[in-house]
C-alpha cells in the first residue's frame, strides 16, 4: 500500500502527467494514507511521526492548492516513509521540509479563543459519538 | 534594540491555531500586517508547559485505553475540559460525528499517529511562526525542544535553579530597575478590583526583585510573571500585541511600550 502511495504522489508532482489525472493521483495518495495509519501495525514512532505529520498538512488540502514545491517535498517525505528505519534527524528535517514550503503541519486544536457555543457543539458531537460505541 | 519589530505575546500564537475562523483569521492577519514579527523565547516554554502538556496527556491517556469511552473518560477526569475539547477538535478534524472510533484499535492507533505529529511539529511550527524569535536574557528553557526517548516524550519543564539555568534573566530586568520601581508604586496605588491575579504576582515579584536586589529567577518565577516579562521585552520593540488587556493596559503606561490590542471577544461577535 506504501509503494502504491508513494506511485500516486510521484505521479501527482509528476508536471507532465495531465491535470485531471495528477488531481486524482493527490486524492488517492491521501486516501492511502490515512488507510495506512488506520491498519498498519508495523510502523515504527519516527514513521508515526513523519506520516502524521504528512496526513496533518494535507488533510484539508486539495491539489489545487499544493504548489509544485510542495508536492515535491510530499513525494520525498513518501519516499522516507518506505524505508525500513527513520532517524531521528530525519524525523525533524520531514517536517521542517513541510514549514520551508509553507505547508502547516499543526491542526488548529488550539481551544484559546473557543467561543462557548463551539464549545457546546464539540462537547456534544464527542457525546453523540460515546452513545455510539455504548 | 530591535525597535523595528512587533512582538506577540503567547495567546497570539494559539490563536494562530485556533479552530473558531474568525479568530484564526485574524491573529494570521495581525502576523502579517504586523511585520516583521516576533515572539518571546518565554513563550515557546508557556506553549510547552501548556499546549504540548495538553498534547502528551491525551497521548498517554490514549494509548492506556481499551475503548474510546475509556480515552475520554480518563481524559475528561484528569485534564478537564481543555484537553476534552483538545480530542474533540482533533476528532472534528478528522471527520466529527462520522469519525470511525471502531474498531478501537485502529481508531488509537490513527489518533494517536496525529497527536504523535503535533507534539514534534508543534515546537518547530511555534519557532517559525514570527520572523524572529526575541531572547534578550538567553532563555534555557527555550532552547529545550520536546524529546522522543523511543518509549515517549519527554516535555516537562525543569524547575529553574543556578546549576540548570545559564539565562541572564536576572541581568535583564536589573536594566529595569527604575521602571520596576515605578510599576510596585503605581501598582500598589491601584484599587483592590483592578488587579487581576497576574498582576497580584507581578506586584510581589516586582516589590521582592526591588527589596533583594535581583530577580528571584528560581522556580517557575518567570512562567508565573510572564506578562511582565513579555511587557519589558516590548519596551525593546516596537510594539506589542496581545489579547491580555486587563495586564497590559495597566503595564504598558508605566513600562513604556506601545500595546496593541487584540480584541478577542469583539472578534469572536463578528
Request: charged share 25%; aromatic share 8%; glycine share 4%.
Amino acid at each position: 500500500m506504501l509503494d502504491e502511495a508513494f506511485d500516486r504522489i510521484t505521479d501527482a508532482a509528476d508536471a507532465n502527467v495531465g491535470r485531471s489525472e495528477r488531481s486524482n493521483c493527490f486524492d488517492e495518495w491521501k486516501d492511502y494514507l490515512r488507510l495506512l495509519i488506520r491498519v498498519e501495525g508495523n510502523f515504527s514512532r519516527p514513521h508515526r511521526v513523519v506520516l502524521g505529520a504528512l496526513v496533518s498538512a494535507t488533510i484539508q488540502m486539495d491539489m489545487s492548492n499544493a504548489s509544485e514545491a510542495a508536492l515535491k517535498v510530499f513525494r520525498d517525505i513518501t519516499n522516507v516513509i518506505r524505508q525500513p528505519r527513520i532517524s531521528k534527524v530525519e524525523r525533524q528535517r520531514a517536517i521542517r521540509d513541510l514549514l520551508a514550503v509553507k505547508v502547516n503541519v499543526t491542526l488548529p486544536l488550539s481551544v484559546q479563543g473557543l467561543e462557548e457555543s463551539q464549545a457546546k457543539s464539540i462537547e456534544s458531537m464527542l457525546a453523540a459519538l460515546l452513545r455510539k460505541t455504548d | 534594540m530591535t525597535a523595528d519589530r512587533t512582538l506577540f505575546d503567547t495567546t497570539m500564537v494559539l490563536y494562530h491555531r485556533s479552530l473558531d475562523d474568525r479568530v484564526r483569521q485574524a491573529a494570521e492577519k495581525s502576523f502579517v500586517d504586523n511585520r516583521p514579527t516576533t515572539i518571546s523565547a518565554l513563550s515557546l516554554v508557556e506553549l510547552k508547559g501548556n499546549y504540548i502538556q495538553d498534547l502528551v496527556l491525551l497521548y498517554k491517556k490514549i494509548s492506556t485505553s481499551d475503548s474510546f469511552n475509556e480515552a475520554y473518560s480518563k481524559i475528561d477526569s484528569t485534564g478537564g475540559r481543555r484537553a476534552t475539547l483538545m480530542v474533540g477538535q482533533l476528532i472534528n478534524c478528522l471527520g466529527g460525528i462520522h469519525y470511525h472510533v471502531e474498531p478501537w484499535v485502529e481508531a488509537k492507533q490513527e489518533l494517536l499517529t496525529y497527536i504523535d505529529a503535533q507534539i514534534a511539529a508543534s515546537w518547530d511550527e511555534f519557532n517559525n511562526i514570527a520572523d524572529y524569535v526575541a531572547d534578550e536574557f538567553q532563555c534555557t528553557r527555550a532552547t529545550e525542544a520536546p524529546d522522543d526517548d523511543g518509549e515517549g516524550w519527554a516535555v516537562s519543564i525543569p524547575h529553574c535553579k543556578r546549576v540548570n539555568t545559564k539565562c541572564s534573566i536576572e541581568k535583564f530586568v536589573d536594566g529595569f530597575r527604575a521602571e520596576l520601581e515605578r510599576l510596585v508604586s503605581e501598582l500598589s496605588a491601584l484599587d483592590e478590583s483592578m488587579l487581576t491575579d497576574e498582576l497580584r504576582r507581578i506586584l510581589a515579584v516586582a516589590s521582592k526583585t526591588i527589596k533583594s536586589g535581583r530577580f528571584p529567577f528560581e522556580g517557575r518565577t518567570c512562567r508565573s510573571v510572564a506578562d511582565l516579562i513579555i511587557g519589558l521585552q516590548s519596551v525593546l520593540h516596537k510594539a506589542l500585541v496581545s489579547s491580555n488587556y486587563k495586564e497590559h493596559q495597566v503595564l504598558h503606561k508605566v513600562l513604556n511600550y506601545t500595546f496593541l490590542n487584540f480584541p478577542i471577544s469583539e472578534i469572536r461577535s463578528k
